[in-house]
Structures are given as structure tokens and as C-alpha cells.
């Protein structure tokens, strides 16, 4: 009974926490928060919010945000300073919204808590084998550790459920008094007078489909702090909008990014391989040597009895005919791929968007009034394929350096209150304390090694291997990047259309029958997912007409769909089906999407991804 896996189990995971529950949970949490919110005004919609003021507010429930609440927490008591922090997520609980691969290195996590362990941390699955294969279309050839960059090396690491872990974090941060708001959206950033970030305004809740404000409907709060940390993750809506408006990118390299998909398997316990870890490159994305799509897949064995697999595509591909979704459901049906999933049942299924650009691209992280954490800034290690790891080190060090600044000053957790007229302070120390850390000697050793690979597949990999074992970022010049991966789609002419074989609903499925195993759920309401007003011709007169409507199949969630109207195409936004990826935000032609939070609550339920 003490074994970590005994009370354990893929279904009794899925059932503990049914999408029902979770929404109820969150409906009574936010009617709680709400029922002192009384209307003050004739039009509902312009009434005036309520304000909390807090010393720091947070933006986002993953791994960044909940290091940086914990941190700030650990440094109050440890300096015996009052702080308040306030953390807010989109999804109905803590992990709802969290997806990744997942291999975990725990370093950052040794630093939080040197006693995880004790704690109770869900990390069961320590890495026993690490394997690596080359794929061709019906065959494998493995590739000796030794030929490996030593990034790839998993020994000392854990396969995990990324969304685990953060409700892990989150019980961790509660007890340390941090007030963790889950089903609340951060729909707006607020600015002082002097243009400084304020806080926070969350969406407004119970508006229907037609824009009209239904029975139940209340306005969004106002969180104003001190500091703010934007940890909304790859490509969050606020954080877009804050690097935009300080200008953030100056001097850097634009970001790319990459599509993960994933599924999680419960397979025979007979066929697990407890603790294996490979990856894969080569089928189905490239089967040239000079092919410039980049991208890999993983197989991870958890315990107790699952596989965790998933296939990421750079988005920086030329070819508008691939489909992500479809190059999934095909390299599962190779043999290698095969064998350890015959028996067993797709249980979850979900999608998420990753930073790809590495050291180059990563935008100032400060500014007046808040900063940028995790992979709302990109510190994602393309060739170690892990980010969680460098993402709370980010959180840690944000909370450290915002610390620094609140320990002297009053606080609202002390009784002061925060003014109109008050100036927030840029965390200026932030960025170059992080680049101090081995977070920015990591990323550094591979800072060219992703735009190798825009040369081909070869060329990448002989560059990014001499890079990983030798050069170790010393090289002394830069490779760049400086078109946004939207403009490095081609025309839909100029490529050979692909056909994907039909799903056999054994080993792969059809999309919508697999996004049921998301747990999708939006509440009515009017899409949060807009067209751009000075784009509105791009959906049919380019991305239709040009690119073949690439957004039609890049969606993992088959957002987006032309159907003909009196012989003229027209554009479908399913916005019900949204995994909440960030994908059309990215990769639509002149990322004619605007990606907005929908209502708090809504969107995947994600328990074991």
C-alpha cells in the first residue's frame, strides 16, 4: 500500500474529478467572490468592477506563477515582511489548462523544496532508459548515446503529468497563504496614469452568444498590485499585449514556435515499460535530408500502467498542405511506434503551442509594473526538449527580485493601501539576475541550434550535434530569424497536396472523436477568437485562395472550417471546439487572429497531460 502507484490508476484519476464537478467547484468559488459585486450602474456591461488590492498579482497557474506565489511566500516568512499574492488562472482548477510532454528535470524544484520527497511531490516515474531512433517509413535505427548531445541525457529525471504537479504546487502555495482564484480569465491589463501596469481586470461572466448580458451576468474585478508576473504561458493573450506596447522585442530575435500533440494511453500491464523514455525523429515529418520541417516525437512509459506520447511540429513549415494532427495519427502506425500501444485505449487527448526560439528570442522581461514569466517570455530548451524546469527558475527569480524591492516599503498585507496616483517600479534587477542563473547558461549552449535547422534536416542536426558537444553557443557569430513563422507558409501551388489515410478507431482516431477526451467545454458566448478588423479579407482572398486554408488543418481542434455559400467560400469559426493552443494566433496568414480569453472556466479539462 505504500508503493507510490497502489492507489493509483489512469481511470480512477479520470473519475475523481469529473468536468461537472470541476465546473460546479468554479461556479460556486466565483458566486462567492461575486455576490458583493452589486450593479451600479443602468447598463450592466459599463458598471463600475470591484478592486482587490494586492503586493503582487499573478497571472497564470502553471509551473512559473506557482514558483513565484511559493517563493514569495517562503521569502516573506523567512524576512518576516507581510506580502499578499494573488494568483489567477483561466481554467475551471489549477492544471485544466497545463499540457506538456512530460520529462521533467528537477532542479528548479530542488531549490523550492530540497524536500519534495517528504512532501509528496507526484514524481513516481524516475527515467530508467533513454532511447533514440531514427525513423523511416516501416523501419528504425537506433542511435547510440554516445552519437547523442548530452542535453538528451533524461538520468535523474521523472516522467510526469505536468498538469499534476501545478495542483500540487497550487496545495503547496494555499498553505503558504497564497489566494488562488482557478475560473477567472485575465481579460485586460491595467495601467497608472504614467502608462505603468496596474494589475489585472478579469472578463466579464454571463454574456450570450448575441453580446447581450444574460440572467447571471457580473462584471470582471479589478486585481491591482504592486507588481504584476505574467505568466500566462506560450503566446497569453495579456503578454502579447505588453510586449507590444513596451516594445519588448527591441533588439531580439521574433519568437517561433512549435505544436505539441499529445495522448495518453493506458496500456497492459504486461507490455509497460516503466520508466522508458524515447524520441524520434525522421517519419513522417521529414523523409529527405534536406527537408526544412522541423519537429520530433515522444513516447514516455509513466507509471502506473501509461504512455504518454505526442508529436511536436515547428510552425515555421513551408508546406500549407501538412497537417500536425495527421502526421500524429500516421506515426503511430509505424512499428517501432506500434507495439507498445496494441492493447491498450486512448484515454486523454489535448494540444499546446511552444516557444521555440531559444536564448535569441527571449523579449526584455520587465517593465513598469510587472514582468514576464515562464513561457509567457520563452525559456524553452529546444534541444533538451524541456521548459517547465527553466520556467520556475524564471518565477523563483522574479519573486526574488520583486521582493528586493516591496521588503522596505508598505505593503497591503500590512494595511497600506495603493492609490490612484501611485508609480509602480520597473524589477529592473530581474533580468540580469536571471542571467546569472544556469537557466541562461543552458539556453546559451544551444542558441543557434533551433535556426540551424532552417537550412534542412541534416544540416541541422550535424550543426546542432558539433554545437551541443563542442562550440556549446561559443560560436562567434549569430545565426537569425527574423520572419515570423505566419510568412514562411508557401503557396498552396507550389506543394503537392498530402492524403492522410482514413482513422481506424483502434489506434487512430478521427479529431473530434479524440477531442472529446479533452474535456472541452465553452460556455455560450460570443467567440474569443476574432478577426482582425483590418484583416477581415484575409480568410477567403488569402489564406483560402493562396495558401489552400491552411488554419482548416493546422487546428488541432478543428476550430476552423470554409463552407461554400452560393459558390463563394466562407469562413466558420467553431470557437466551442478551442483547446485554448494559441496555433491560429501563430500560423494564420498574417496572423489574422486575434486570440482573446474566453469567460473563466471554460475551454480543456486536462487531469493527466
Known amino acids: 500500500a505504500s508503493h507510490p502507484f497502489a492507489a493509483m490508476s489512469a481511470a480512477s484519476i479520470l473519475l475523481s474529478r469529473t468536468a461537472a464537478a470541476r465546473r460546479s467547484i468554479h461556479t460556486a468559488s466565483r458566486a462567492f467572490i461575486q455576490a458583493s459585486m452589486p450593479m451600479r450602474s443602468d447598463n450592466p456591461l459599463t458598471a463600475p468592477r470591484e478592486k482587490m488590492d494586492y503586493d503582487v498579482v499573478i497571472v497564470g497557474g502553471g509551473p512559473a506563477g506557482l514558483s513565484a506565489s511559493i517563493r514569495l511566500k517562503q521569502l516573506s516568512k523567512e524576512k518576516g515582511k507581510e506580502i499578499s499574492v494573488c494568483l489567477v488562472d483561466k481554467g475551471a482548477e489549477i492544471g485544466s489548462h497545463v499540457l506538456s510532454g512530460n520529462v521533467f528535470q528537477p532542479t528548479a524544484l530542488d531549490e ?71 475560473g477567472f480569465s485575465a481579460d485586460e491589463v491595467l495601467y497608472n496614469k504614467d502608462g505603468s501596469v496596474a494589475g489585472i481586470a478579469t472578463k466579464d461572466v454571463g454574456i450570450g452568444k448575441d453580446g447581450k448580458p444574460k440572467d447571471g451576468f457580473a462584471r470582471g474585478m479589478e486585481l491591482r498590485g504592486r507588481q504584476t508576473l505574467f505568466g500566462e504561458g506560450c503566446r497569453g493573450s495579456c503578454s502579447e499585449s505588453l510586449i507590444k506596447k513596451f516594445n519588448l522585442r527591441e533588439g531580439r530575435q521574433i519568437q517561433s514556435y512549435g505544436l505539441g500533440i499529445k495522448e495518453v494511453w493506458q496500456v497492459p500491464k504486461e507490455d509497460h515499460q516503466l520508466g522508458l523514455a524515447a524520441h524520434t525523429y525522421g517519419y513522417p515529418l521529414q523523409s529527405k535530408l534536406m527537408d526544412k520541417t522541423f519537429g520530433g516525437a515522444f513516447m514516455y512509459h509513466m507509471g502506473p500502467d501509461l504512455v504518454l506520447i505526442g508529436l511536436v511540429v515547428g510552425l515555421d513549415y513551408e508546406n500549407p498542405w501538412i497537417n500536425p494532427y495527421e502526421e500524429f495519427q500516421r506515426w503511430k502506425t509505424h512499428p517501432r511506434i506500434r507495439q507498445h500501444l496494441e492493447g491498450g485505449k486512448c484515454i486523454a487527448y489535448g494540444a499546446r503551442c511552444l516557444n521555440e526560439g531559444g536564448y535569441h528570442a527571449i523579449p526584455k522581461l520587465s517593465f513598469p509594473g510587472g514582468a514576464l514569466i515562464g513561457c509567457s517570455a520563452g525559456f524553452l530548451n529546444s534541444v533538451k526538449i524541456k521548459g517547465s524546469h527553466t520556467a520556475m527558475k524564471s518565477g523563483m527569480v522574479a519573486a526574488e527580485s520583486v521582493f528586493e524591492v516591496l521588503a522596505d516599503k508598505p505593503t ?55 554545437a551541443a558537444l563542442i562550440s556549446k553557443g561559443r560560436e562567434p557569430w549569430t545565426l537569425g530569424n527574423s520572419t515570423p513563422d505566419s510568412a514562411k507558409t508557401g503557396e498552396a501551388k507550389n506543394f503537392p497536396k498530402i492524403e492522410y489515410p482514413k482513422p481506424d478507431n483502434v489506434l487512430t482516431f478521427d479529431l473530434l472523436t479524440n477531442l472529446t477526451r479533452a474535456g472541452v467545454n465553452h460556455e455560450p458566448q460570443p467567440s474569443h477568437l476574432k478577426i482582425k478588423p483590418e484583416l477581415a479579407h484575409v480568410p477567403v482572398k488569402e489564406s483560402y485562395q493562396i495558401y489552400g486554408a491552411p488554419e482548416s488543418r493546422f487546428c488541432p481542434a478543428k476550430v476552423y472550417e470554409y463552407h461554400m455559400e452560393n459558390n463563394e467560400p466562407k469562413l466558420v469559426i467553431n470557437s466551442q471546439n478551442c483547446v485554448h493552443c494559441k496555433c491560429c494566433s501563430i500560423k494564420t496568414p498574417k496572423e489574422y487572429i486575434n486570440w482573446t480569453v474566453p469567460e473563466g472556466g471554460g475551454g480543456p479539462s486536462y487531469e493527466i497531460m
Not at 523544496?113 to 525513423?135: C, I, Q, S
Not at 538528451?152 to 488562488?180: D, M
Open 412 to 466: 497591503c498585507a500590512e494595511g497600506a493601501e495603493i492609490s490612484e496616483g501611485d508609480q509602480a517600479i520597473e524589477i529592473k534587477q530581474y533580468e540580469p539576475n536571471l542571467s546569472k542563473t544556469w537557466v541562461y547558461d543552458e539556453l546559451k549552449e544551444v542558441r543557434n541550434c533551433h535556426q540551424a535547422f532552417h537550412w534542412g534536416a541534416l544540416p541541422g542536426i550535424l550543426y546542432s550535434g558539433a
Open 112 to 182: 523550492l523544496f530540497p524536500n519534495w520527497k517528504e512532501l509528496g511531490a507526484p514524481l513516481h516515474t524516475e527515467v530508467t532508459r533513454d532511447e533514440f531512433y531514427f525513423l523511416t517509413e516501416k523501419s528504425s535505427i537506433h542511435v547510440p548515446h554516445s552519437l547523442m548531445p548530452p542535453q538528451l541525457n533524461n538520468h535523474g529525471n521523472y516522467i510526469i503529468s505536468l498538469s499534476q504537479l501545478s495542483r500540487w504546487l497550487a496545495t503547496q502555495a494555499e498553505a503558504a497563504g497564497v489566494e488562488i482564484f482557478p
